[in-house]
């Protein structure tokens, strides 16, 4: 278990995805960014291609397909909202408790996106980004 950590004044926590629920698990599922930080809202962030191809948030997109973004979330305070940030320009989703989002995207059109919740008060979660092929494309 890891040491509570703190968004503001709210306590938060690491959530990581782990394949195995080990040291060796937690260790590669953190080394690989799948994780998220919450005060506690659930969080998912993934993204496919039409060749059964999938990829989570600290993944790099590997297709130069079209992809398919879906988010999902739940305990979403009242009051808080959530959005996708996408190379830093905020898409606003909805204000809802519990609720999924999808959308089709050119990964060559985005370095990387995150999925947020926030409120007036400050961040309630965050994901680790996924990050689009364009980052990639700019280095050659």
């Known amino acids: 278990i890891l040491p509570?950590?703190?968004i503001g004044?709210?306590?938060?926590?690491?959530?990581?995805?782990?394949?195995?629920?080990?040291?060796?698990?937690?260790?590669?599922?953190?080394?690989?960014?799948?994780?998220?930080v919450s005060a506690q809202p659930s969080l998912q962030l993934e993204a496919s291609d039409g060749r059964g191809n999938?990829?989570?948030m600290g993944d790099t997109i590997t297709s130069s397909d079209p992809i398919t973004i879906q988010v999902n979330?739940?305990?979403?305070?009242?009051?808080?909202?959530?959005?996708?940030?996408?190379?830093g320009?905020?898409?606003?989703?909805?204000?809802a408790s519990t609720g999924s989002w999808q959308d089709s995207f050119d990964p060559s059109t985005?370095?990387?996106?995150?999925?947020?919740?926030?409120?007036?008060?400050?961040?309630?979660?965050?994901t680790n980004p996924l990050y689009g092929t364009r980052l990639a494309q700019e280095r050659n």
């Open 9 to 36: 004044k709210r306590p938060a926590w690491n959530v990581v995805y782990a394949q195995h629920k080990t040291r060796a698990g937690l260790l590669s599922a953190l080394k690989q960014g799948h994780s998220y």
């Open 54 to 56: 999938t990829w989570m």
């Open 4 to 6: 509570k950590a703190s």
């Open 89 to 95: 320009n905020i898409q606003r989703l909805e204000e």
């Open 73 to 87: 979330w739940e305990d979403v305070p009242d009051g808080a909202y959530i959005q996708l940030k996408i190379d």
């Open 110 to 126: 985005f370095q990387w996106l995150t999925l947020e919740v926030w409120d007036d008060a400050g961040a309630w979660a965050f």
